[in-house]
């Protein structure tokens, strides 16, 4: 079992393609989504619930945890959570801080599941190829392994290789793929 995560959509021409190669594998992913693009591409987020896949919050604005004091960071999360509804939350970036956590976790009308990955693509780094976002994944991933792709359009050149590569590989291996 891989569990495939996608940041920082739902993206007009991303995650569309994120779809069609799930489908093509009949794999199941998890998308934090941000809360300003889900209110910006509604048909598009509708479309991950519908293909029965699981979202989470990832934020308004995706704000970092680490810049931004925990009123504003907690207020931002409850301004998405008006469009995403989850249980699972993962901080922009990987950042948060325990107060912001403590603040979280204390108003149970927010996201209580805090998902964070061992195996990150680096599909948003502009300075490596798809290919070596696939080697990445490939070399580090293991049975149980959180993934951390992104459906952004900053992540779509290196994304539209790696994804395909990794789905191959690891569905010829006899893995299955699994929504959180």
């Known amino acids: 079992m891989l ?4 940041d920082d959509g739902p993206h007009p021409e991303v995650t569309p393609f994120v779809l069609e190669q799930l489908a093509i594998y009949n794999a199941q992913a998890t998308f934090f989504c941000i809360g300003k693009n889900v209110q910006l591409y509604p048909d598009i987020y509708a479309a991950l619930t519908e293909a029965n896949h699981t979202v989470g919050n990832h934020t308004q604005n995706h704000m970092n945890g680490w810049e931004n004091n925990t009123a504003n960071y907690i207020d931002d999360i409850q301004q998405a959570t008006k469009s995403i509804r989850s249980n699972l939350f993962r901080p922009p970036y990987g950042r ?3 107060a912001q956590i403590k603040a979280l976790r204390s108003d149970p009308s927010l996201p209580q599941d805090i998902m964070m990955w061992d195996i990150l693509s680096g599909d948003f780094d502009t300075t490596i190829s798809g290919d070596q976002c696939a080697q990445n994944v490939i070399q ?3 049975p149980g392994s959180i993934i951390v792709f992104h459906d952004s359009a900053k992540a779509m050149d290196r994304l539209k290789v790696a994804l395909p590569k990794v789905l191959s590989h690891f569905s010829q291996l006899g893995y299955q793929f699994k929504a959180l």
Not at 3 to 6: K, M, N, P, R, T
Request: no cysteine.
């Open 3 to 6: 569990y495939l995560s996608f």
């Open 140 to 142: 580090h991933a293991g």
């Open 96 to 98: 948060i801080r325990f």
